[in-house]
């Protein structure tokens, strides 16, 4: 294969929380970070965030898909319309459902539409191959995050935590190549304790863990919380974004506080007990998405694990935009015919390049 010239990508990532859409730039041939590029946010209103989650759990044609589709490319289209410069986009869309035990999943959004909109090729749907293929389609990212551990020059091994909706781990030994890389969901992150905030105060989040901060967590619910099934299979593995509703509800009983801790306790004791599965250990944890600026989550994973917790800013990444950022760059290694993920990030039997690619009119 020809090895083709380095793009800036534009990539964009609508997660599980349903903030809003983030946008980021990268400049890469597929393989290596070559450069970083300017990032925009744009956030779902409420009204919004509402349709899009009236189509949870849905499957395309059911009845609230095409509201919540037409949501996800509105605000896509707006943020990406920002950009100049761009020679190729990496759209992710938003996920609905996640049911690769049944070889599905669903996100919602067409990158055909956008190609029309914006004029520029646009590489979508990138977890349906692994799918089918019977991978768990998910996480994605931590072909990028190997990437990134060699952009900081990382020598040992390491993690890579993102907290988004569902919480998801990337081990990474740099000495070897992608193909080793062991990555899961290690269980919910943020989208319960959005939920409560949401359903109990008409918040969207629990600002900086202010609220968890003041109240217990109920650490038997935490630790019937970890013997559920889920956490004694061995990864990779993944999760849809409400696969634990049923349980989360005994949280129902609680304070605000205390319900507020208890979740924010849980997210983190899911962490640790993903940990126990690292093939080496780790003296770095790099925690990346929402929930690293969430004081009491990190408290609690530093209390729970024993390596260093630290926001990934450290190393002087972006926090806010890598899950954006690893679109972009999963775009150019399909474009270039590169596998986005392997046996041991999503369970798929083979290295596996997903994804596809549509092109605007002549």
């Known amino acids: ?39 925009a946010y744009r956030p779902y209103s409420a009204s919004e965030q509402a349709t899009i989650r009236a ?42 459902a996640h049911d690769p035990a049944n070889r599905r999943t669903h996100q919602a959004g067409n990158g055909a539409l956008l190609a029309q909109a914006l004029g520029k090729p646009v590489v979508w749907d990138f977890r349906s191959t692994d799918v089918e293929l019977g991978g768990q389609g998910a996480p994605l990212a931590p072909f990028y995050h190997h990437a990134c551990a060699r952009w900081i020059k990382a020598t040992e091994p390491l993690a890579i935590l993102n907290l988004g909706g569902v919480g998801n781990l990337t081990w990474i030994d740099p000495a070897q190549p992608e193909s080793a890389l062991l990555a899961f969901d290690t269980g919910p992150a943020n989208a319960p304790l959005n939920d409560m905030m949401q359903i109990r105060l008409k918040l969207a989040q629990d600002e900086g863990g202010q609220l968890a901060a003041t109240g217990k967590a109920d650490e038997t619910l935490v630790q019937a919380f970890l013997r559920q099934p889920y956490f004694h299979k061995i990864p990779p593995k993944s999760l849809d974004r409400d696969s634990f509703t049923k349980f989360i509800h005994k949280t129902h009983r609680l304070s605000n506080a205390d319900a507020a801790a208890t979740l924010t ?98």
């Open 55 to 96: 189509a949870f759990g849905q499957w395309p044609g059911e009845p609230d898909v095409a509201a919540a589709a037409e949501v996800v490319e509105t605000a896509h289209a707006e943020v990406m319309e920002r950009f100049s410069g761009v020679d190729l986009i990496g759209f992710h869309g938003q996920t609905l």
């Open 265 to 362: 306790a849980i997210a983190a004791a899911c962490v640790a007990k993903g940990a126990e599965h690292f093939p080496k250990p780790i003296t770095r944890l790099l925690v990346t998405g929402g929930g690293r600026l969430n004081a009491t989550l990190m408290h609690e994973l530093t209390s729970r694990l024993t390596s260093n917790v630290e926001p990934i800013e450290t190393t002087g990444l972006n926090g806010d935009m890598l899950e954006a950022q690893a679109f972009a760059y999963l775009a150019a290694r399909v474009l270039n015919g590169l596998p986005t993920s392997a046996s041991g990030t999503t369970g798929v039997p083979t290295t596996v390049g997903g994804g596809r690619i549509s092109r605007p009119d002549p």
């Open 1 to 39: 294969m020809v090895k083709r010239a380095p793009l800036w990508i534009l990539g964009t990532m609508s997660g599980t929380s349903l903030d809003g859409v983030d946008a980021a730039m990268l400049r890469s041939d597929g393989t290596e970070i070559l450069e970083f590029g300017p990032h």
